[in-house]
């Protein structure tokens, strides 16, 4: 509630109060404050009644304000419950808007000031009945009680009771003044006789009658009327009479046989104050009117109070034992004493799991104070005590006991435990493993399962949660160090000490012939696995050295083999938690000791049917990623290839398969980097390549091929100077003429004069010595020549290809010069990525056309066109120094 300014209050005093709201059928504590009651103004003459608990750390706040009207039914308890300091006598509790309030007094006068207010309130609405708020007034001394007048209670006037109390039962006035008359009168001991009467005359129809008389008086929802029905005067005949219920007229109940049982109260400790004994019977059978007597039939309002009763009175009973000088060492000294009887150390250990289970609904500080007090009286040889128990209804208690505190605070019991280990004393976790290993109660094994889990958690409150990816794994490769030293060091003990007997069941399946087991034995292995892969995901590095040095894997590999399909599904699961949690440790190990085999084998053998277990093992198999877990499907396909052949009607394995014969093992970026290497799809590539400037010297330049070729030719005449260096010319002869065409070349002499050189092979001087000089930097190029030069290209490899295509029958030479002219081409291309530093290097050769005559030699430059920059000019070979010459490259000039 925000904070408002707090009205003028016409009360004298404030009365310090504690404000509580029902929650979940919980109370909960909205503060403490002070508590008025007044008339407040909100229009011109329009008076309110109100109550208003003004905070007491914020004055300007408050905790309450309620309107007093008339279907709140406003009610006085009266009764011992706790407050601040320790004990307070009276509440008063009501509903507002649907919500259960309370408020607890800290001093009786001041619960009765209020009260009075209200009271009277609630008397001037019942004396307006239909009229206007007008009547209210501000004089709190007004007394104008409602008189009612009930019928005489005999056997003769049972209908005109039971009417009389369903008519004024309708309305809230109507039932609070029932039940005032009812008090008043003392009419539930009037009642009570009339049930042995019925009985003794057999009139089943006036027991009906009481019956539902007996119903109405318990569902006014009074708190005085509900206390006063569970006295110890009138509790037997009111549960008496409602064994006869109209809605099952053949039957009757037990109520009073069950309550009469004096032998289910038994004291432990002798319980000196007679008022707390009393409050402990009240509560039995407050609780059991409510789970048995009126379980059918109890509505909301009625279950409120009842459930307000017994919380109070518990609260009470607690703080009263917990208080009590003595008690609790009196109490704990059962267990040291050996001349006491086990049946008394029974008793003892279920009271101890009463209080644990009480002590829920205290406040957090009285809680811990209660369990500090325990473990301080030596607890945790009780809880030993009852785990070893040959009762399970002791080892149920003790479970109970430890899973309370457990459940409140962890840290409590792992200090006890520290320091039972550094006493070198056996230390609470052998006593859970050793109940875990033979316990053959399923609730118990799963208690203690929690237990472990929870005593070696190495977050320490306050730490938060360890970081998780979204499958809800630890990150791979980070492990979670407890900032606890004493916790760090209980973990350390228990894996030095403890661990290898936790999974001693598991260990054993090395050395065990067969895997037959029966009903205690196979159930053990499920909760194995569950505490295992806990303690992997947070006890990181430690599990890791268990896992390897015990060869678990392999363990649980050993379950595949049984009959028993849930510990097969044991093992998948395991192993499906080891894949998912993405660590290379964990992988390999799984690699190493081949455990993807036998998960294979049982996979082979379900499949045909589609239960539970092949849809393990599939989904086992879909959660290893075949891009991100490379080296597992790796192994998975060079080991086992077979048996994924065999699965390749299921999609996965299908897919997997396909893969791997496309990618030979690697990725797919591994494979386009392998191509790139190779030259796949180099030519697809170098059309998108704009040409540049070190590519044209390239395209001019000389690869390592011919330029060893050049060193090794046996004839070496003068160079030309190119670029600053000397260049050897090579010889070669022309064949055009039998070619019959070739393309394009200006040959340019070093003299003046320049000779135009056409397909048809032109005649040049006889003492002419053709040259190939080509220039260090070419000129540069603009980008509309560039693309006027890329589709003459074109063109032109077009016309040389048909040209070919004509001159396929001609001469081996033509064959030749075809085969060799694209090895040529290759070895160009080859050399791109290896000698790019070539570019720039001059290329010549030597030699006599064959259709020349013999005139005086002369040196020439060829300029190629660049429609031919593929071809590449060598010599060298058996031909040319015969005098022939073989033209290679991408066409033949």
Known sequence: MMAQPVPHQTTADKKRVKVYELRNNDWFDRGTGFCTACFVTIQEEQKEPRVIVQSEDQPDRLLLETKIVKEDGFQKQQGMSLDLCGIRNTLIVWTDNGVDMALSFQEADGCQAIWKFIDHVQQQFQAAMGGPDDGLSDDLAMDMPTSI???????????????????????????????????????????????????????????????????????????????????????????????????????????????????????????????????????????????????????????????????FNQVEIV???????????????????????????????????????????????????????????????????????????????????????????????????????????????????????????????????????VLLDPNVPGSGPPPENREGFMPKGKHQVSSDPQQDAFIAHFYEHSV??????????????????????????????????????????????????????????????????????????????????????????????????????????????????????????????????????RHIMENYREKVVALSHVDYFRGMLMRWDQSRGYTVSEVDEEDEVRGVGRGAMMEHLAVDQAQEEYWNSVSDDEEENHHHHHHRPTGVVVNGGKLPLVEYTSDEEEEGGGGDAVMTTTTTTTTAVDGGGSESKENEKPVVVVPSTPPPERLSEKRRREEDEDDALDKLMQHKRRNSSSAGSNSSLGSSGVGGMLRKKGSFHNNNNNSGKARSREGSPNGGGGGGQKKIAISIAPVLKTAVVRAGSPAAEEGGREVRGGAGI
């Open 500 to 633: 290898a007997k936790l999974f001693k069941p598991l260990l054993d399946l090395e050395k065990r012939p067969n895997m037959k087991f029966n009903a205690l034995e196979d159930g053990i292995f499920g909760y194995l696995n569950e505490i295992l892969c806990f303690y992997i995901r947070h006890h990181t590095f430690r599990s890791k050295h268990f896992v390897f040095d015990h060869n678990i894997a392999s363990r649980f590999a050993q379950l595949l083999a049984c009959k028993q399909k849930h510990l097969q599904l044991v093992a998948i699961r395991f192993f499906r938690h080891l894949i998912l949690l993405r660590d290379p440790f964990f992988t390999k190990h799984l690699s190493d000791r081949r455990i993807f085999g036998p998960v294979l084998d049982t996979l082979l053998r379900t499949l045909p049917r589609d239960n539970l277990l092949s849809s393990a093992c599939l989904d086992f198999f879909t959660s290893i990623n075949y891009e991100g877990d490379r080296e597992l499907a």
């Open 149 to 311: 007048q009930l019928p005489p209670a005999e056997l003769g006037t049972l209908i005109d009771i039971e009417n009389t109390l369903r008519n004024l039962s309708q309305s809230p006035s109507g039932r609070d003044a029932l039940a005032k008359a009812i008090m008043s009168e003392d009419y539930i001991a009037k009642l009570i006789p009339l049930v042995e009467m019925a009985e003794d005359m057999e009139s089943l129809g006036d027991l009906h009658h009481l019956c539902n008389i007996m119903k109405t008086v318990v569902l006014l929802n009074d708190t005085g009327l509900i206390e006063h029905a569970v006295s110890d005067e009138c509790v037997l005949g009111v549960v008496g009479a409602m064994e006869y219920d109209p809605d099952f007229p053949t039957h009757k109940a037990n109520h009073r046989q069950w309550l009469n049982n004096q032998g289910r109260y038994k004291e432990v400790v002798r319980i000196q104050d007679d008022q707390v004994r009393r409050k402990i019977h009240q509560t039995y059978r407050l609780q059991y009117l409510k789970d048995v007597v009126l379980a059918r039939i109890l509505d909301d309002p009625t279950f409120s109070v009842l459930n307000s009763l017994i919380f």
């Open 319 to 453: 703080q009263h034992l917990h208080m009590t000088p003595g008690f609790m060492t009196d109490l704990f000294a059962v267990f040291g004493d050996p001349t006491v009887q086990p049946l008394r150390k029974k008793e003892a250990v279920i009271f101890i799991q009463q209080m644990c289970a009480i002590s829920k609904n205290l406040q957090p500080p009285a809680r811990q104070g209660l369990y500090g007090n325990f473990l301080q009286q030596g607890l945790v040889p009780v809880i030993n005590y009852g785990l070893r128990h040959p009762d399970v209804t002791v080892r149920v208690g003790a479970t109970d006991i430890l899973g309370s505190i457990l459940e409140f605070d962890p840290s409590m019991i792992r200090k006890t435990i520290y320091e039972q280990t550094h006493r070198k004393q056996a230390p609470l976790t052998d006593a859970l493993i050793d109940l875990l290993l033979v316990e053959v109660d399923l609730g118990i094994k799963s208690q203690l399962t929690e237990s472990l889990k």
